[in-house]
């Protein structure tokens, strides 16, 4: 049996099996607005241009049309529908995500979802509870699981490049300050294993105003801050999947 084969056996059993709570739509939360605008964008890419696939969680679907209006006439870019969520629900759907398209580039990142601590009893979206909660993906299982996903993302021939989680701001319900620095040094221990370029958003965005996030202690942006990030993003699929250097 092939690590993606035994890797997949396991997708199933999510953290709720383990503490008895959870739907799917409660753990992988995502805002009303990018869902509602976002929904529509996903899909297939178009024959004949360069392909860019956006694998990630909320934050990406923040920053999608921001990334799409910075390659408009240099690419088709498109998103996996839904929320990436954590690393186990990126191994049992990202063959559909990938679907049959030839995809040129893909842009990808897990981990806020991975780091993120749930309580059954907890009031918050997505029982989200940093002080009574379990984790949902331990560092090492997020390690070997990154390990799987990249293999696999490696079979469609696409130039790979991994975003590094953003910030995790002081007073979030379900996460610790400086966990995200542990997951993005695992991470990018394993992109250079397998010489992954890596895209910076967890320095980007722990330089942003408050102003620029959709309120104290959440993890969203404001448009503003998504299209930071967004702006990066293109920057960075131009450098690294296109070929292009722009001064």
Known sequence: ?????????????????????????????????????????????????VNVLLI?????GGYFKAVQAELKGEANVVRHPGNAGDTRNGLEHLD?????TKWDVIHFNWGLHDLCHRHPESKEYGKRDKVRGAISVPLDEYEKNLDVLVSRLEKTGAKLIFATTTVVPKGEAGRRVGDEIAYNAAAVRMMERHTIPVNDLHALSASF????????????????GSGRLGKQVADVIRRHGLGIVRE
């Open 56 to 60: 990630g969680d909320s934050i990406m």
């Open 209 to 224: 105003q408050p102003d620029l996030f959709s309120k104290p202690g959440d993890v969203h942006y404001a448009p503003q």
């Open 96 to 100: 559909a995500w990938l679907g049959d």
């Open 1 to 49: 049996m092939s690590d993606w084969e035994q890797a997949g056996r396991g997708v199933a059993v999510w953290l709720a099996a383990a503490v008895g709570f959870c739907t799917a739509a409660d753990d992988f939360y995502t805002p009303e607005q990018d869902r509602l605008k976002h929904a529509s964008e996903a899909g297939a890419g178009r024959e004949g241009v």
